[in-house]
């Protein structure tokens, strides 16, 4: 095949201990899905029905990454997440059977334009240039589940210069990872290569030129970014 247009071509995460790469094709997220997140963004943390916004693929920043501070922004918010990389699609997929179409999992950072987010929601518009803007989400490469199951519980953790900013728990997700992958599959029809951003715990807070973010998630790795 021959594309009409110079293009770069698809978008596509390291695989731990493998040659293979894992092919990107869309990035959904999960807003508010930890009760101390939702709280400190005013909103009451009872357990409704998930919401999802998404970001492009090619907003993937690669593990190790120097980012440029990016444009349109005076409020750069981090936000640490596991990611779910989905290796078998589906469409009404049952809560019980939900793991099974899960290849791997990772360590992101849904980066967001906080004002202009804020902005946006003050006038009633989408908000997608608040989280969809070019290197919103630095990613690590995937662990497949044979190597780290499907975690369930462990820290989750966000460092800016060495301080500790965000801590919280897999275990405190409002909507767990099975439960995620069966509500969203009843809205769209999952396929191989789609990524699932789950959800950030509290305390997300500003970026500044010259910071440098750490994450962790317990047995799924760890990810390190710099801003310039």
């Known amino acids: 095949m021959t594309y009409a247009i110079e293009f770069a071509g698809p978008v596509s995460l390291p695989v731990v201990e493998s040659q293979a790469v894992f092919p990107v094709g869309r990035i959904y997220c ?18 409704e029905p998930p919401f999802f916004f ?3 693929a090619d907003a993937i920043v690669m593990n190790g990454a120097r980012i440029a501070y990016p444009s349109m922004t005076k409020d750069l918010h981090h936000e640490i997440e596991m990611i779910v990389a989905i290796g078998k699609g589906g469409k009404d997929i049952p809560v019980e059977q939900a793991l099974s179409h ?21 006038m009633g518009r989408p908000w997608e240039m608040g989280k969809a803007f070019d290197e919103s989400a630095p990613c690590t490469a995937l662990k497949p589940v044979s190597m780290v199951g499907h975690p369930a519980k462990g820290a989750i953790t966000l460092k800016v210069n060495g301080v500790l900013k965000q801590s919280g728990d897999l275990s405190e997700m409002i909507w767990n990872v099975p439960e ?44 390190s970014v710099s801003y310039s």
């Open 102 to 122: 899960v290849f791997g999992y990772g360590v992101g950072l849904d980066m967001t334009r906080r004002d202009v987010q804020g902005e946006a929601k003050k």
């Open 54 to 56: 998404m970001k492009p």
């Open 180 to 223: 995620t992958i069966a509500y969203l599959s009843k809205m769209i029809t999952l396929r191989a290569g789609d990524i699932i951003m789950s959800g950030t715990p509290s305390g997300v807070g500003p970026v500044q030129k010259g910071d440098r973010l750490e994450g962790h998630v317990a047995g799924v790795g760890d990810l």
């Open 30 to 47: 999960v807003g508010r899905n930890y009760a101390e997140h939702a709280r400190e963004m005013g909103h009451d943390p009872d357990r």
